[in-house]
């Protein structure tokens, strides 16, 4: 297509019916693309089987624009946009599910929402024994309970003022350097490290029942903090991935922003299905090469059904195409039969004569211009000058 034509599709593209969107608004924040985003959960949910260990994290969509639950986060790159929790395969960043954080619900704010959201957001993984990771943020030991109830496991750090740590793991004034610390229950284990002098991280794990510990030179780390570590980064490094080869484009329009994000992540789903399926293809290739390969594959599938339906359309003379969209659609490799010419066509002035009123039915073959015999060349085809140097 041409660019204004893909300009105006930013520029009037809808995801709901707006004469009924106030209305849906009242109870819906996300009324303008709650559909849309629905849809894409839905399919990231039942297109994958993840692998055993889950990470549930934050991302931030880039956004500066108005939106009533923008957020800041200094922490992050872009500080503000639109947070949304995900839950992603810590081996493969596949997301499997996802969901926008709205703002405040009601008046009152909302009470251990870290918990709220690994419920909601693990709740399809229930009987499936897999491991969730989280930051402290989410870790919490009735969370880590509720989901033992349900066949899953939790592992993730946790912050030092919870009323429920006793004070031998958070005393480290007589504590050499990387000791460690065990807390064991019946269904929990929770560990006390010190990375550094008078520093110390708690973890919390449900699936770690004893104290083993690394070799010196891993400076004695337990297993839950190097199991932590391998996993905890799945949310993150998705959003490196996603940001590598991305369709988004400005705008100040947050269900368009929302949308272009669900397409990336899409993207990147479907790569991870493709390889996952056929592993061996591209194996001379690296990682990052195979993704750029599969986007381009990827692009020309979504393409072709509308390639075709222009060139047979312009093939039969039904309408004209602009001359850089026919070359364009020959790039892809699909060969463009030109309409045959018929008496009495149009005649018009040649393209390359300067004050001349002379008009010609001549017409090159390749650019459709009309051209004079002086600056063509007649063999099997037409060509003016231009296109035959």
């Not at 009533?68 to 395969?89: A, E, H, N, Q």
């Not at 799945?234 to 590598?244: A, I, N, P, R, T």
């Not at 030109?338 to 009495?344: E, I, T």
């Amino acid at each position: 297509m041409s660019r204004d034509r893909f300009t105006d599709i930013l520029r009037y593209i809808r995801f709901d019916d707006t004469a009924t969107r106030e209305a849906r608004k009242t109870d819906d924040k996300l009324a303008p693309i709650r559909h849309i985003t629905d849809t894409f959960v839905k399919n990231y949910k039942s297109c994958y089987n993840a692998s055993d260990i889950g990470c549930v994290d934050e991302q931030l969509v880039t956004f500066r624009g108005r939106c009533s639950f923008k957020v800041y986060m200094p922490s992050k790159p872009g500080k503000y946009g639109i947070k949304i929790w995900t839950l992603c395969d810590s081996k493969t960043f596949y997301c499997c599910n996802m969901e926008v954080y709205l703002g405040k619900r009601g008046n009152n704010p909302e009470k251990q929402q870290g918990q709220r959201v690994v419920k909601q957001m693990v709740d399809f993984w229930e009987n499936s024994g897999r491991c969730i990771t989280t930051d402290n943020f989410f870790t919490d030991l009735g969370l880590g309970e509720y989901l033992l109830e349900r066949n899953l496991f939790l592992v993730g750090t946790l912050r030092k003022n919870k009323r429920d740590i006793p004070k031998i793991l958070t005393e480290t004034k007589h504590r050499s350097q990387y000791s460690s610390e065990f807390l064991f229950t019946e269904k929990l284990t929770i560990v006390s490290y010190v990375p550094k002098p008078r520093k110390y991280v708690l973890l919390l794990s449900t699936i770690h029942h004893d104290n083993s510990t690394c070799t010196e030179e891993e400076k004695f780390k337990p297993k839950i903090i190097q199991f932590y570590n391998s996993s905890k980064s799945g949310v993150d490094v998705l959003d490196k991935l996603v940001k590598e080869y991305s369709c988004r484009r400005c705008t100040r329009r947050w269900p368009l922003s929302l949308f272009m994000h669900y397409l990336d992540i899409a993207a990147y789903n479907a790569f991870v299905i493709w390889y996952t399926k056929y592993p061996t293809w591209q194996s001379k290739t690296s990682f990052q090469k195979k993704r750029k390969y599969f986007l381009d594959e990827l692009a020309k599938k979504l393409t072709n059904a509308n390639i075709d339906r222009r060139a047979k359309e312009f093939e039969s003379n039904q309408t004209g195409l602009n001359r850089n969209v026919v070359s364009a659609i020959e790039a892809t490799g699909r060969k463009i039969l030109k309409p045959p010419r018929v008496a009495g066509q149009k005649r018009a002035r040649c393209c390359f004569c300067i004050g001349s009123n002379n008009r010609y039915t001549t017409i090159c073959d390749n650019c459709q211009r009309h051209v004079c015999n002086d600056h063509c060349t007649k063999n099997q085809t037409i060509l003016c000058n231009i296109c035959n140097e």
